[in-house]
């Protein structure tokens, strides 16, 4: 009688805890699904809120800098830099041209090379820049380099193949772009490259893995600006060395919705796309299977224009939105924890 009412108690137990843990999974649709953000541990941003910031990272370290601190007036040129082993921020010297947002950044040889955006005076160039300036961090200086040779423009895309930048799409208050140049940084000159055959565009993402780059999503110059998700690889040797662009297989999973202004973060040869104008979801692409996952949620809450980079296995976003000071880090290899988004 005993043994009988001793087994029948662990299997009602067993059966409980089943139904809760299966309650849970139904609750939390995030419960499955690979993947940290968190909070704790990391300190906020070093400088003041901001959004549309640039970003870059060199070495341990990543920066973050210029962007609007205030949605109509307030453009900054203040640099900061973040080490990942210490976790803290400590300001660089300002950026060298003028105070601006939707700049664009890309690094090559340990050195980084900022430009372009939009800096508010109106009555030249509308107020749409063709700047560049290189930041050598082991001197901490900025030095003024060519301008951009597909003029001035916003909302950008900047990438790096085979130890070359190239920046190309954007608008310029009147118009979208799809074309690319290709910077040298050993003779300080831009090349015109093969035409980014996804069309006319701004607020694309790109992300470079294995030496191959990717660019996609962003808004097309269809109707009022329509937002994307397609993808292209780009091969810098493609069509005689002027560049050649292919189309990927398109991520055909429901949930995943048209985006720009999104973020990007390699880790691990995988990039992670986070948020983008009124999303907070993120996802994992494969680049050697072509395949999508989707990961844990951005715990942020919705949100475009952010600033980001990758350091060993981790990745780190923060600023955008509606101008937010916050800082958060992403683990790929861990289940989502709750507990430490504080």
């Known amino acids: 009688m005993f043994n009988t009412l001793k087994k029948t108690s662990l299997a009602l137990l067993v059966a409980s805890t089943a139904f809760i843990s299966l309650s849970c999974n139904k609750d939390d649709p995030e419960a499955d699904k690979m ?12 400088g003041s809120a901001r959004s549309r910031a640039v970003s870059f990272v060199i070495g341990n370290k990543g920066y ?15 640099f900061w830099s973040y080490d990942a082993t210490t976790k803290i921020w400590s300001q660089v010297a300002p950026f060298e041209g003028s105070g601006r947002n939707d700049a664009v950044a890309f690094v090559v040889s340990g050195k980084a090379y900022v430009g372009l955006g939009f800096d508010g005076v109106t009555t ?9 300036y290189q930041y050598d961090p082991t001197a901490n200086k900025w030095t003024k380099k060519a301008d951009f040779a597909g003029g001035t423009r916003q909302y950008a895309t900047a990438f790096v193949t085979a130890d070359k930048g190239y920046v190309g799409l954007g608008w310029n208050g009147s118009g979208y772009y799809q074309d690319f140049y290709e910077y040298n940084a050993q003779t300080d000159k831009w090349t015109e490259r093969a035409t980014f055959t996804g069309g006319k565009r701004r607020g694309a993402l790109a992300f470079t893995v294995g030496g191959k780059a990717y660019v996609g999503f ?10 994307t998700k397609d993808l292209y690889s780009f091969d810098p040797a493609g069509n005689s ?3 050649a662009w292919t189309r990927m297989e398109a991520n055909t999973n429901d949930d995943f919705e048209p985006r720009s202004n999104a ?27 072509n395949t999508w996952t ?6 942020g809450g919705q949100r475009a224009f952010a600033a980001g980079f990758a350091i060993g296995n981790t990745g780190y976003l923060g600023t955008g939105g509606s101008i937010v000071d916050d800082f958060w880090a992403f ?3 861990v289940a989502k924890n709750d507990d430490d988004n504080l």
């Open 35 to 46: 993947g940290n953000w968190y909070r704790a541990g990391i300190p906020s941003f070093g």
């Open 64 to 78: 973050i800098g210029t962007g609007l601190t205030n949605e109509t007036v307030q453009r900054v040129k203040d």
């Open 124 to 132: 030249v160039d509308g107020g749409y820049k063709k700047d560049f």
């Open 218 to 227: 962003g808004q097309t110059n269809s109707g009022s600006g329509t937002e």
């Open 241 to 243: 060395g002027t560049g």
């Open 263 to 289: 973020l990007s973060l390699v880790i691990n040869d995988k990039a992670y796309i986070v948020g983008g104008n009124a999303r907070s979801d993120t996802w994992e692409y494969t680049p050697g299977t």
């Open 294 to 299: 989707e990961v844990a949620e951005f715990e």
């Open 331 to 333: 683990d790929p290899a």
